[in-house]
């Protein structure tokens, strides 16, 4: 598993430096009109979106052909991308938090319900896309399946309007729906490995 993570983590080390400066600019400008919390949102996704790449470039280069023959075969390489989606995406998160607190210290002053709402939407959105992305990654083509993961933010984000509505508070809602993810994550990671290596994901 470490030379698997090894690998992906040596294809994603040239995109780092251009992610990290989309998140700047980005974060930086939702900063001005909304809140420095916004960076716990932006960064994970970004970062989770780096390890949706390496599956399709593994599939350009034929890496899958090799990765099946290797100890634990396609199960311990889809168990590995979706670990490397995890690692990633609390790294943005953290990265996410320490920016925020930054710019929150600068700009606007410290609001924990404010805070906790965002970290909710930082944990839920890349769990629940990479529930859905993932596995789109390798059934479908590069293109379709970046289409997949991006129409997810729109339909998390109606999913926790709607808790709000159905609870009636922001916070209960958030906590709900981060908890929901988290489960859908882990359900797609167990069901992935499972059932993905029947099907040609090469």
Known sequence: MKGLLRK????????????CLAI????GCLSI??????????????FGLMALTTINTDRRVGWGRLAVTLPGGAPRAIAGKYLL???LSAA?????????LLGTALLEGFGADTFGIFLAIGLTLPLLSGAVGLPAAFLLGEDQSMIVAMLTYPLISALFVGMVFAIGSVLPAA??????????FALSWALAVRLLPRRDVR
């Open 33 to 46: 009109l909304v809140s420095a919390n916004v960076f716990i949102v932006i960064a994970p996704v970004v």
């Open 8 to 19: 992906d983590l040596y294809l994603i080390g040239a995109a780092l430096p251009l992610a």
């Open 175 to 184: 906590a709900a729906l981060t908890a929901l993810s988290a489960a859908a």
């Open 85 to 87: 989606y995890l690692l």
């Open 92 to 100: 943005g998160l953290l990265t996410g938090v320490l920016a925020a």
């Open 24 to 27: 700047l600019v980005g974060g």
